[in-house]
């Protein structure tokens, strides 16, 4: 799944490491006070803070599934 990814000091990445949107949220996930950093690419070049992501963006045909089990679906 491609999804883009753009930071709050308008940088843009895309990145297709998440096979799913839920997969990419449940690494962005953090507590108070810590510094949460993931890598959008295989090798590990690009490293983001979480807490600096401004807004995310599904690239592409996607078949969305929602379950209603799930925290990050809001009503």
Known sequence: MKIKVVMDSGKEYVTEKFPTMKAFLEKNISTPNTINLITLDEKGKI?????????????????????DSDPLVYD
């Not at 490293?47 to 379950?67: A, F």
Request: cysteine-free; glycine content about 4%.
């Open 47 to 67: 490293l983001v803070n979480t807490s600096h992501i401004s807004s995310i963006e599904v690239l592409g045909d996607v078949k969305v599934e929602y379950d």
